[in-house]
């Protein structure tokens, strides 16, 4: 079945380390993005990529960083830097960045540092 | 001004009554809108697009796009307890949503 896999669902940091979250699709999408969620609240951009070796900065990308090696996968990695880390992390693709083309979305990754 | 406003919530509708989400937007040039039901502790999914002014039918479901108001909205008729989620409104050309409605549907 194609789908976005996020990877893992729980994760559990000590302040001051840097973690990765996992992306991967296979849904033949170019675009993929990063959200991120916190309780009660809307989602907000963190990065996103139209396309292989490239991203761009979304709203809030300060203390987050991203890599786009292959098409597939889309690894966030959340560095000591983010001051508030604790949230709800979503990935997702779309055949296009624009034009009409509705996102897919991973399952998520609920990430507390403490 | 936020691109894309929705009221918070929470809105508690009754079950079996129509249930009327609204969504408002800034910039003219959006055509087209997604909206995504999101249930608690899950990630969203789209429910409904609406790429023309005027109304679009799915099952219980109804789109509604008013370009010259700038504002979107979703009914829902017949609501059932499993319609209790989160409802996001998205202009389709863009990769922003709305902060959501949370809709409550009372027995």
């Known amino acids: 079945d194609g789908g976005i896999t996020q990877s893992p669902k729980y994760l559990f940091r000590k302040e001051g380390q840097n973690v990765t979250l996992s992306c991967e699709q296979n849904?033949?999408?170019?675009?993929m993005y990063w959200y991120r969620q916190d309780p009660g609240q809307g989602l907000r951009l963190i990065y996103y990529?139209?396309?292989?070796?490239?991203?761009q900065k979304g709203d809030i990308a300060e203390g987050y960083s991203v890599s786009r090696e292959k098409k597939e996968s889309f690894p966030l990695t959340v560095t000591s830097a983010q001051k508030n880390p604790t949230a709800f992390y979503l990935c997702?693709?779309?055949?296009?960045?624009?034009?009409?083309?509705?996102?897919?979305f991973g399952n998520g990754t609920r990430l507390t540092v403490t | 001004q936020k691109e894309v406003e929705q009221n918070s919530g929470p809105l508690s509708v009754p079950e079996g009554a129509i249930a009327s989400l609204n969504c408002t937007y800034s910039?003219?040039?959006?055509?087209?809108f997604f909206w995504y039901r999101q249930y608690s502790g899950k990630s969203p999914e789209l429910i409904m697009s609406?790429?023309?002014?005027g109304d679009k039918e799915d099952g219980r479901f109804t789109a509604q796009l008013n370009k010259a108001s700038q504002y979107v909205s979703l009914l829902i008729r017949d609501s059932q307890p499993s319609d209790s989620a989160t409802y996001l409104c998205?202009?389709?050309?863009?990769?922003?949503f709305g902060s959501g409605t949370r809709l409550s549907i009372r027995p």
């Open positions: 997702a693709s779309s055949i296009a960045s624009t034009r009409n083309s509705p996102l897919h």
């Open positions: 849904l033949n999408h170019d675009a």
């Open positions: 990529s139209q396309i292989v070796n490239d991203f």
């Open positions: 910039d003219r040039g959006s055509q087209s």
């Open positions: 609406i790429y023309s002014n």
């Open positions: 998205a202009p389709a050309s863009k990769i922003i």
